[in-house]
């Protein structure tokens, strides 16, 4: 580092060490310095969705085998290659994988799996390793790690009414916003305005009060400023009229309006299918399947798709043998699916699921899923990943930049 | 001697908060004779009965049904829903019976569950007030015998030869031991055991099938033996690690969301040694001197639904229109009857994000004055802008809200003389900081202030 730059920065420090991140009026925050700056969208399958039976290994008679009376049948499956095809119920993103704008990477899971959804679920939260118990998120850390790119609350958006464990951070967190004209109307009440305002530091201590004074004062910094900049833009793209196609209707105008904000994260449940699989499962990739199609065409349309990746993940995926009630149990390994421009490896990423050597009946896992964050936050969010993770990860050749 | 603070922080804590017309007689109580009579008015158990029809068993087929058919099924099980949902949280408002009610919505989540048949929900409900504060082991068995929670975890599919995992698994890490306790191996074992426990889909009662029962050996936590699924339940809370469970979540609840680890382990000693009796465990909590310690005062999130039903308790309100109070719920993200999943809400902390802590903040105003809240301070031009819609859409708030505090009452009860700064000092849990002590020390009618006092974070625990 040059001196020059070292004085500059420490002066910066030290200032920011005076009136905390939050505090600091928007204004003085310099506009213009992040266009064209790249957004990571997550996409949680909430329950654990079978994977199996999302990209089907219709080339293995093992997975027929075992799975008698749920498994999709050969003429069903949209074939990707010779081994592995797509859930007929995923037909919107045949179109995406064609374009080369998808990327299928098999067998993610991490060493002594959990077969509980709320631990599994925290372990790909957090980040941690199967025996270690962490407080914070990944990206809760990531905003910690007060990088150039992560310096405000709303660098971190989640499209619902509350924020998941993967967005808190021990200093800093993200903010959850379904609808932002709502957040910004509430803000504007005088009282609060007062109490925001003139509130001492002794509010700001470690309790539950402290947390709560400091939760509405970044509130109001976050809530001027999305709603402000996101009315600028209007979504034209046709988006399915489902929860989730809502939620990335609205992701696709806080990206398009230019908002300062890297990752957004959105989830939609229903993937605990113990029984009468078919149905149900079907239902819920219909409904991710025709959201996704349409939010990764609006971001091709309006030029966003290179500067935008899609991560989806699930806690776990589900046992290779089907249970008798028409539906599968808890498993391990799984499928993460990438969506965006920058993909090094369209298609699918590595060799389909071993179906032949199983743990307790279950997939092993091939590769770590802390080796995508890592990969994410080494290329896409410019944070060293050691920063962020417990320990360095290598990463995978999964994107350009 | 004068035990109001003491007192308050009871009742905030066992109940859904103190009024100003229980605290003329009660400050001058000893601790012990509070938690006497609070015991004493809880001893009354009114069961819900919202709900009078179980859905599922009228016959019909649902190849056969009409698109009408299917819609009016729809439209008479939101129904349900809906009376039920009204039904508890206006019992949870007006009941004086707190402290049962208070330990229901613990059960409640506790043995969390989600299904559309609000008759049974209704029955699961009834049999978690009825042994609110009875006997532990009971309450499992007769809720594990429920037919929502049958339905719900899959045990109506837990089958011998195709053993369905999900009962057995959530029994050992959310109702009874807690992870670590247990293996991989023991939940496929005690599956086993839990083959056959079904309910009846004609008549909708627990009915075992020894048919599917699978009754050979079995090893569950280093026994062995042919063990039935009520074996499984003993061997489960013969095992301490349930008492330890069970009393650090209790802990959680009433305590301090940090764990004591000694306080917890006194109060496991006396839930193991009482057979698992509710009640003597909570009498020890409640008459500990460190349930008064200044760290446990003020300092727990409150529910959305502790929220609501205290500012009902509060202020008397009637609501013409439930949906109302069932939006605020959905909202605030407690909807009673629909946890997130088996685990129930994590609460805590996790109440409070950006959107559902302004929320929290404005709906009293929107309950008690048409959405208004009195600004004595300094208006800018904007301000003064804001207030002005806001008068504005005064009707149209009321006409939605549709619910009457009783002023009048709440008034009458706050004794001459009261200052602005008493009033908050009473109705609000933390101590106060100077913000909030300027605020409400403007000039200003007593309802006003009382506004102000009911929108601060500090509302929002207890």
Known sequence: ?401 | MNNSKQIKHLYARAGFGIRFEDLHDRENWSIKKSVRKLFKASEKIEPLKAVSENIDLRPRDYKTMTDDEKRQLNQDRNKQEKALNDAWVKQLSNTDAQLREKMTLFWHNHFACNIGNSYYQQELNNIERTHALGNFKTLLLQVSQTPAMLQFLNNQQNQKGHPNENFARELMELFTLGRGHYTEQDIKESARAFTGWAYNGKDGTYSFNPRAHDDGIKTFLNNTANFCGEDILNIITENKQTAVFICTKLYRYFVNEVPDEIHVTQMADVFYKENYEIAPLLKFVFLSDWFYDEKNIGNLVKSPVEFLAGLNRQFYINYQNPDVLMQFQRTLGQVLFRPPNVAGWPGGRSWIDSSSLMYRMKIPSTILNAGLIDFTGKATPEDEAYLASQRKQQLNVIKRVQAQPDWDKFLKDIPKDTTHEEIARFMLEPDLNKTVIDEINRPGDIKSVVIQIVSTPEYQLC
């Open chain 1, 1 to 401: 580092m040059e001196r020059r730059d070292f004085l500059k920065n420490t002066a910066l420090i030290s200032g920011a060490f005076m009136v905390p991140a939050f505090l600091k009026p928007l204004e003085a925050i310099a506009k213009g310095d992040l266009t064209g700056h790249k957004n990571l969208v997550i996409i949680q399958l909430s329950g654990g969705n079978d994977g199996l039976n999302t990209v089907i290994p219709y080339g293995n008679d093992i997975y027929y085998q075992k799975r008698k009376t749920i498994a999709i049948n050969k003429p069903d499956v949209i074939t990707l290659n010779d081994m592995q095809g797509l859930n007929p119920n995923l037909s919107a993103l045949k179109e995406i994988y064609d374009q080369g704008w998808m990327s299928i990477v098999n067998s993610v899971g991490y060493p002594n799996p959990d077969r509980s959804h709320f631990r599994s679920m925290d372990i790909w939260q957090t980040g941690s390793d199967s025996n270690q118990f962490l407080s914070t998120g990944w990206i809760g850390r990531y905003l910690d790690s007060n990088c150039q790119t992560c310096k405000n609350p709303y660098t971190a958006i989640e499209v619902d009414d509350t924020l998941s464990l993967a967005m808190k951070g021990t200093k800093m967190k993200g903010i959850a916003v379904q609808d932002p004209n709502k957040l910004f109307q509430t803000t504007r009440e005088p009282f609060f305005k007062d109490l925001v305002h003139d509130h001492g530091d002794a509010n700001l201590n470690e309790d539950n009060l402290g947390y709560l004074y400091k939760t509405m004062i970044e509130t109001y910094s976050s809530a001027d400023y999305i709603q402000k900049t996101s009315k600028t833009y209007n979504v034209t793209a046709q988006y399915p009229n489902t929860a989730l196609g809502n939620q990335l209707k609205n992701v696709s105008k806080f990206i398009n309006s230019g908002l300062d904000t890297r990752v957004y994260y959105v989830s939609l449940s229903g993937f605990d299918t113990h029984v009468g699989q078919q149905n149900q499962q079907g239902r819920q990739l219909k409904i991710y399947g025709d959201a996704v199609a349409a939010f990764v065409k609006d971001l091709k349309g309006t030029g966003k798709l290179d500067d935008t990746l899609v991560m989806t993940f699930s806690e776990f995926g589900r046992r290779v043998e089907q249970n008798a009630s028409n539906g599968t149990d808890h498993g391990t390994a799984n499928n993460v699916f990438m969506f965006g421009g920058k993909l090094k490896k369209q298609g699918i990423f590595n060799d389909a699921p071993d179906l032949t050597t199983l743990d307790n009946g279950d997939l092993k896992y091939q590769v770590d899923f802390r080796d995508i964050y890592a990969t994410l936050l080494d290329k896409w969010l410019d944070v060293s990943n050691s920063q962020v993770l417990s320990k360095n990860f290598a990463g995978l050749d999964l994107i350009t930049v």
